[in-house]
């Protein structure tokens, strides 16, 4: 038989076997897609996995498998089904993000912050964070694990025992899928685990908890219950519970059983007397109460509409026996991705979880200091060992701030999630670090054990520290405060980069690669500032024409402001620099009779930038006028020369010259001799060279005043002046 033919047979019959193997798995693919739809994430990925060992290796089946393991907390076969996942040639950025998280819960963070960066890249985001910085957050957040003890508790069992709550002085109320009673097991469908219920436990004198029992009364459901919360007192309680009540289930529109709170009041024989939560919504899910020490406000976690993405944290305000709206606690608190778990220590500290937050993966404990009118003054994580790569949450601490109890489902436990004690031995305390790489620039290589200096904005030394084996550096850095890094190695022009750290709080961390150029050639740098605000001025072109050739090259300045660039010897250059909003500069710069060297533009120019406001006037400071006259004298002549060529360097402004008189005098008179003092101005400029159709003129005359001094008002010689004044604003931006 020819070759190709029995070739073709072969073909024709592997895609035969491969399209009866996939039949055979459609069945399941299919089961798994119901139960994925109906978030019974345990029972799909079991029927996911059969149609694997089908041959249903494709893109959509190890998607879900991938996703179904990350919601079940297995990290492991997470990180197994989406290293396949990321291999596909239609793969998604969020597969990138997720194949990150589930190596960070893993607690391979090295891998994971390529895969978040590549993830990152993938965004295309201008200005946008270009390293996650995973493994510099992991660093960080176990810096002090001496702050905290963490203790294993014995209540603990292999099915789910997670979020504590005071009640009273002297007693925790928990969840747990623990089953005491007898009878059919009833399993959730989400991972199918037995339901949770509410149980009691006694405080040891030594923090342990004892005694453990159900909690008494009519909380406890065929359905899920708790997180719970509970006043001072001890004799009201807020819990979570899946829509049930009064014997009914609700359900959303779309099938899905979600969460609401409820409330119950000690009685003798227990806990009932139950009530709904007023903002309850079948469609929605509202849960995780805690309540203030005062009880005027109740804390929630929900996913309704017009959060920032995934659930939120919201509060309501007790106003008369009724509660507010809610109201999002805001970008401080919430992400994109999810915020749960909240507690309300009695210093007014917001602890909560979150995987949206910088952290060592899965969920982790933040704690929020509280600021003035109900805010919040930044997010610290609270760091190992509480936290680690697995979900850490349901963090609780007493009145003296001193232990408490969180829950996690890291390795070493009885199973699921367990409950751990702790004992805080020293305050929390945010730190913000910046760290990169130093890179030598010719191979575009780390370089390790290079030494890297910390200045001040006076370029005071902060402090000194070399490169390690990765060419990375690390420093403790103060919020609202500006730095300037310096690196050296033999063989390399000093490299430079800039920070300001006015902004960190939601970044923590900052980065800032420093590259070493070779020590020959002329090289031109700076550093870009905003004018009169701190800050750099990140992401600026600048264009370089070489005035012999009028070749023209473009760099972008750095997130620091920075840029260096390198120049060809014995020519004339002029630099362009633009950003939109801005006004532009252009600077000469020469490199005649230079071989080797640095020109700081800084120490030319002043590179701080203004912002370009259309309608906001501006004033000459120093155009004056001989009295009833209109002729510009030589000090009014260099502002307008300087004026003109800001606007030829900005071609795309139109602009109204204005000039205005005070009150006295006939008001007629007045206009007449403003609109020639404006027009001499703008025949100024356009002597200059900037175009007459970009430029307006318009004497207001006394139709305008500042100030109280209208015509008939008897004012000082000051006061007049403030009202005669020349000004130009920009009245339009031409595209």
């Known amino acids: 038989m020819n070759v190709r033919v029995l070739l073709f047979h072969l073909l024709l019959c592997l895609a035969f076997m491969e399209a009866r193997a996939q039949g055979n798995a459609d069945p399941y693919v299919r089961e798994g897609d119901r139960y994925y739809q109906q978030m019974a994430y345990a029972r799909a990925a079991a029927e996911y996995r059969k149609a694997v060992e089908l041959g249903a290796v494709n893109e959509h089946v190890t998607k879900r498998l991938a996703d179904c393991s990350m919601r079940l907390g297995d990290t492991a076969e997470a990180e197994r089904w989406y290293a396949t996942v990321v291999k596909f040639m239609n793969r998604e950025p969020n597969d990138l993000y997720q194949y990150a998280e589930a190596l960070k819960s893993n607690g391979r963070y090295q891998e994971a912050e390529e895969w978040m960066d590549r993830y990152l890249a993938s965004l295309g985001t201008e200005g946008g964070p270009k390293r996650s910085n995973i493994s510099g957050f992991a660093r960080k957040f176990q810096q002090d694990e001496a702050r905290f003890t963490v203790t294993s508790l014995p209540i603990n069992t292999p099915q789910c025992d997670m979020a504590p709550t005071w009640l009273g002085m002297d007693r925790v109320v928990f969840s747990s899928a623990r089953q005491f009673t007898v009878g059919v097991e009833r399993r959730a469908a989400w991972n199918d685990q037995p339901f949770l219920d509410l149980f009691v436990a006694r405080v040891t004198v030594d923090g342990g908890l004892a005694d453990v029992a159900p909690l008494e009364g009519q909380v406890n459901s065929k359905f899920h219950e708790g997180p719970a919360t509970?006043?001072?007192?001890?004799?009201t309680l807020w819990f979570t519970r899946n829509s049930y009540f009064k014997g009914r289930s609700t359900?959303?529109?779309?099938?899905?059983?979600?969460?609401?709170?409820?409330?119950?009041?000690?009685?003798?024989?227990?806990?009932?007397?139950?009530?709904?939560?007023?903002?309850?919504n079948s469609?929605?899910?509202?849960?995780?109460?805690?309540?203030?020490?005062?009880?005027?406000?109740?804390f929630f976690v929900s996913d309704m509409p017009g959060g920032y993405g995934g659930t939120d944290i919201y509060v309501c305000r007790e106003q008369g026996g009724q509660w507010s709206e809610p109201e999002n606690l805001g970008p401080a608190i919430n992400t994109p991705f999810n915020e749960s778990f909240p507690f309300i220590a009695a210093d007014g500290t917001l602890f909560f979880a979150s995987n949206g937050h910088p952290g060592l993966g899965g969920l982790d404990v933040f704690a929020a200091l509280p600021?003035?009118?109900?805010?919040?003054s930044g997010v610290i994580n609270v760091g190992a060992p509480v936290n680690g790569p697995k979900d850490d949450f349901g963090f609780i601490i007493d009145a003296t701030g001193s232990r408490g109890y969180f829950t996690s489902n890291r390795p070493g436990g009885m199973g699921d999630d367990d409950i751990y004690a702790f004992n805080m031995i020293a305050p929390l305390e945010q730190r913000f670090?910046?760290?990169?790489?130093?890179?030598?620039?010719?191979?575009e290589t780390p370089v390790v054990d290079a030494e890297v200096q910390l200045l001040d904005a006076n370029g005071a030394l902060v402090a000194a520290t070399r490169t390690d084996e990765r060419g990375e550096y690390s420093f403790t850095v103060q919020k609202n405060s500006?730095?300037?890094?310096?690196?050296?190695?033999?063989?390399?022009?000093?490299?430079?980069?800039?920070?300001?750290?006015?902004?960190?709080?939601?970044?923590?961390?900052?980065?800032?690669d420093i590259h070493l150029v070779p020590d020959a050639g002329v090289w031109l740098r700076g550093v870009l500032r905003i004018k009169d605000k701190p800050g750099f001025l990140a992401g600026a072109k600048l264009s370089v024409v070489n005035m012999s050739s009028f070749f023209s090259e473009s760099f972008m300045s750095t997130e620091g402001g920075d840029f260096n660039i390198r120049l060809a010897t014995n020519e004339e250059f002029e630099v362009?620099?633009?950003?939109?909003?801005?006004?532009?500069?252009?600077?000469?710069?020469?490199?005649?009779?230079?071989k080797r060297g640095i020109i700081d533009l800084n120490d030319v120019r002043d590179l701080r930038f203004e912002p370009l406001e259309v309608g906001v006037p501006v004033g000459f400071r120093y155009v004056r006028w001989p009295t009833g006259g209109n002729k510009l004298d030589p000090l009014a002549r260099t502002e307008l020369d300087a004026f003109a060529e800001r606007l030829l360097v900005n071609p795309s402004l139109k602009v109204e010259i204005a000039v205005h008189s005070d009150t006295r005098g006939d008001a007629s008179?007045?206009?007449?001799?403003?609109?020639?003092?404006?027009?001499?101005?703008?025949?100024?400029?356009?002597?200059?060279?900037?175009?007459?159709?970009?430029?307006?003129?318009?004497?207001?005359?006394?139709?305008?005043?500042r100030n109280h001094c209208v015509a008939g008002v008897s004012c000082t010689e000051e006061e007049h002046a403030e009202n005669r004044r020349n000004e130009w604003t920009v009245t339009a931006i031409l595209q």
């Open 230 to 235: 509970a006043d001072v007192s001890g004799n």
């Open 251 to 280: 359900k959303s529109s779309n099938g899905v059983t979600r969460l609401a709170i409820y409330k119950a009041r000690r009685t003798g024989d227990g806990w009932g007397d139950l009530e709904q939560f007023l903002y309850n």
């Open 283 to 298: 469609e929605v899910s509202i849960a995780h109460p805690a309540l203030s020490s005062d009880a005027r406000k109740l």
């Open 371 to 376: 600021g003035t009118g109900g805010t919040y």
């Open 433 to 443: 670090l910046c760290t990169g790489l130093v890179i030598d620039d010719e191979y």
């Open 482 to 512: 500006e730095y300037k890094l310096v690196a050296r190695m033999k063989g390399r022009f000093e490299g430079e980069q800039h920070l300001s750290t006015e902004n960190i709080d939601r970044q923590q961390i900052m980065s800032r």
């Open 576 to 594: 362009l620099i633009e950003k939109p909003g801005f006004f532009s500069q252009s600077v000469p710069v020469s490199t005649v009779g230079m």
């Open 669 to 705: 008179a007045n206009l007449s001799l403003t609109q020639k003092q404006a027009q001499s101005i703008v025949d100024h400029l356009v002597a200059k060279g900037v175009p007459k159709e970009r430029l307006t003129a318009k004497g207001y005359g006394s139709e305008r005043p």
